[in-house]
């Protein structure tokens, strides 16, 4: 739960980059903290209740901070928020999330992602089709 909450808080804090007026207090974030805590499911089971209070912490928080977003920053904010939650939980590494991030070449952060869907022989389909797409934009 602190895990989640302390990516979440420097998510928001990060967004003051993209814009000065998205600063945030710490004072600000532990009411929806709070919040959080009472509105989640209640559950018997430990485990249970820890993961109904993060899951509401993430959504309140979303729904709080992009409320205050102008509607071009909302995609920037819940693509940050996706990913900096995978890398915490290792879902998503520190190389994908780079690739998103700064943009490098397109096509080597497509084939980062398919790396292991696809097989050699279907590489070159995919770069065929990658080709394809970048004409297209």
Do not use: H, W
Not at 9 to 35: A, K, R
Not at 61 to 67: C, D, G, H, L, P
Not at 88 to 111: N, R, Y
């Amino acid at each position: 739960m602190a895990t989640r909450g302390s990516v979440l808080y420097f998510v928001i804090v990060e967004m003051s980059v993209v814009n000065v007026m998205y600063q945030t207090s710490l004072c600000q974030f532990l009411q929806v903290f709070d919040v959080s805590m009472t509105r989640a499911a209640k559950s018997p089971v430990t485990s249970r209740r820890i993961q109904n209070i993060i899951d509401c912490l993430t959504f309140s928080t979303f729904s709080y901070i992009a409320r205050g977003l102008y509607e071009k920053d909302k995609f920037l904010f819940s693509i940050l928020m996706t990913l900096k939650i995978q890398l915490q939980a290792k879902t998503v590494g520190p190389e994908e999330f780079q690739c998103f991030i700064k943009g490098p070449q397109l096509i080597f952060c497509l084939l980062v992602l398919f790396s292991n869907i696809i097989t050699a022989a279907e590489s070159s389909t995919v770069i065929m089709l990658i080709a394809i797409l970048l004409k297209a934009v």
